[in-house]
């Protein structure tokens, strides 16, 4: 429902019929691998729905030249829970019984990083808002941090990937 | 425990980077604010991760247990760290089953948690219950720690009893007192015949009335009860398994039977498992001979060997003599069915228990399958005639009770008897 919420949003706002046309295809296709990566129990195509699912959203923004879009933040939110409900129902295919009430507090869980992403996104937002300066400077910092947050997960990826 | 990287810290990572990636070249500022959280919630996740390093031990309700029964398996956890999510997956040998072998448990740091396990024996044999893999996952689930631990903890099902009410009376008995009447003549209850008094008889013995009407002293002869050898004489070479089933487990049951209601009436009873592994228990009697011997035979099975064995591997005084030898075989191997022939040429009193293994083998579809099955019953006939030619008496033990198949022994040797009369 989150993926779907988010697929619809560009289509919605979209100005260009041919825009909406093949957004709609790309819509389909990010909850078709959803769906595939659920009833195959695929892990890989979680992030295939979810980058489609971006892109669509990146490309209607781009194409429209819209300015700053204050939906941001429950978009990445919308991402975050959609990505983070996906990977659950691939743990519980299991079907491994738990502790009573487990559930409840692995959904208050979801609920809590979902809101913190609104949060820090809206942060994230509002701080490009006040500092709106543009570029070659801004960009290679721009490019710079992006470089360095790449790092960084790849780092603790490759951390979390030695025996413990 | 192994750590590893689950499929969502991959998944997030990746949209991190593309996120960031497509915000830079599209110059969207929204999308690196849609792809912050996931690089965060992977920071936080990798940063937070700590080490579980379970403790395991595994705690089972009883040693012992009958086939068919449940015993409880505690599993004791406790954890350095605290644990979102520990699954615990019990692995079970075949022949134990659990409702649900997986359970999945929140542990805190230092906290000692027990788990149950109800497990249930589906056949008898001695088994290694306690092997446990684990799966260990943080807040985030983004790492996962997998681990086994071997905390075995031996459990012995003893083969369910079946009620055998009459037991095969050997041809002769021992020296010592038992519940079988002797065929020989001397003290004891059962009544045998009169003869004429001797000097040394005892006064209770004069049977008056035989005496009145023969105008001389006669006395009352009667049978002892002796006790008797039996030794049980196991077919392992070969067994014909289909399903939850197999000749061998049927042989162990009907063997345990036979031994315990024959050392209900104080014989004593011996065990010789011919295989591919000899396992052999002198004869003994009393409680703890029953429970040696169902060890024994809950150690059976079928160990493959292309060696030939005879009788000759077996030691003499395993086999005493007079003892009445109780087969318990599916006629499939031809090493064991000789070495029938042998103990009855060496003039062993023998019965056999013939598990049938027919209702356990498929006919086959095609023809010459068909054919080939038609060859294998007409070949068991055959074995069958031969053995009874040479005077051992065989039941077939198959769907039916025991006791049957051995009133067919019984009522074999009876009439067997009678013949060499």
Redesign the interface.
């Known amino acids: 429902m989150c993926l779907g919420g988010l697929v619809v949003l560009p289509l919605v706002r979209a100005d260009d019929s041919d825009v909406r046309a093949v957004g709609a295809r790309v819509a389909a296709l990010a909850l078709l691998a959803l769906l595939a990566a659920l009833v195959l129990g695929w892990?890989?195509l979680?992030?295939v729905a979810?980058?489609l699912a971006?892109?669509l959203?990146?490309?209607q923004?781009?194409i429209d030249d819209a300015p700053?879009?204050a939906a941001?933040?429950v978009?990445?939110?919308a991402?975050?829970v959609a990505?983070e409900l996906a990977?659950?129902s691939?743990?519980e295919r299991?079907r491994?019984?738990?502790?009573p009430g487990?559930s409840l507090?692995r959904a208050a869980?979801v609920a809590g990083?979902g809101a913190?992403?609104l949060v820090?996104?809206a942060l994230?937002?509002a701080l490009?808002d006040v500092v709106s300066a543009r570029g070659l400077a801004f960009?290679l910092v721009?490019?710079a941090a992006?470089a360095a947050?790449?790092a960084?997960?790849?780092l603790?990826?490759r951390?979390?990937?030695?025996?413990? | 425990m192994t750590r590893r990287g689950s499929p969502r810290l991959a998944g997030y990572a990746v949209v991190a980077a593309v996120g960031l990636l497509a915000a830079l070249a599209l110059r969207r500022p929204e999308l690196a604010a849609a792809a912050a959280p996931f690089a965060l919630v992977l920071a936080l996740g990798t940063r937070l991760a700590r080490d579980p390093r379970v403790a395991v031990e595994v705690e089972l309700g009883a040693e012992r247990v009958l086939e068919g029964d449940e015993v409880e398996a505690l599993l004791r956890l406790r954890s350095a760290a605290p644990v979102d999510r520990l699954e615990l997956l019990l692995e079970l040998p075949l022949g134990i089953a659990a409702d649900g072998d997986a359970r999945a448990v929140r542990l805190a740091a230092g906290e000692p948690r027990e788990v149950p396990f109800a497990l249930r024996c589906t056949r008898w044999g001695v088994f290694d219950v306690g092997a446990v893999s684990l799966r260990a996952r943080d807040r985030f689930r983004l790492v996962v720690w997998d681990g086994h631990v071997e905390a075995a903890r031996r459990l012995k099902a003893y083969p369910t009893p079946i009620t055998v009410r009459r037991i095969l009376a050997p041809l002769e008995t021992q020296a010592f007192t038992g519940s079988e009447v002797a065929r020989v003549k001397g003290d004891g209850i059962e009544y045998a015949d009169i003869r004429d008094f001797r000097p040394g008889d005892r006064v209770r013995s004069i049977n008056w009335r035989a005496t009145a009407r023969r105008h001389a002293l006669v006395v009352n002869e009667r049978h002892p009860e002796r006790n008797t050898d039996v030794v049980l004489f196991l077919d392992s070479f070969a067994d014909v398994r289909r399903e939850d089933t197999s000749v061998l487990e049927q042989a162990v049951r009907a063997a345990a039977a036979i031994a315990t209601r024959y050392l209900a009436r104080r014989d004593r009873v011996g065990l010789v498992s011919f295989g591919g592994v000899l396992r052999w228990l002198q004869p003994g009697m009393g409680a703890t001979q029953r429970y040696r011997l169902i060890e024994t035979m809950l150690e059976t099975g079928v160990e493959p060997t292309y060696t030939w064995r005879d009788v000759n591997v077996i030691p003499a005084r395993i086999l005493p003599p007079k003892a009445l030898v109780v087969g318990l075989t599916p006629l499939v191997d031809l090493r064991y069915v000789h070495a029938l022939e042998d103990l009855r040429a060496r003039g062993f009193d023998l019965a056999v228990v013939e598990v049938d293994p027919v209702p356990l083998v498929e006919p086959g579809r095609r023809p010459l399958e068909a054919l080939a099955y038609r060859v294998w019953l007409l070949e068991r006939e055959v074995l069958r005639s031969r053995l009874q030619a040479l005077g051992i008496a065989l039941g077939r033990w198959g769907d039916g009770e025991l006791e049957a198949t051995l009133e067919e022994v019984r009522t074999y040797r009876r009439y067997a008897k009678l013949a060499r009369a």
């Open positions: 892990s890989p979680v992030p979810l980058l971006g892109g959203y990146g490309a923004l781009a700053l879009d941001a933040p978009v990445a939110a991402l975050l990505a990977y659950w691939l743990e299991e491994i019984p738990g502790d487990s507090g869980l990083i913190a992403a820090v996104s994230l937002l490009v960009d721009g490019a992006a947050a790449l960084a997960v790849v603790a990826a951390s979390v990937g030695r025996s413990g």
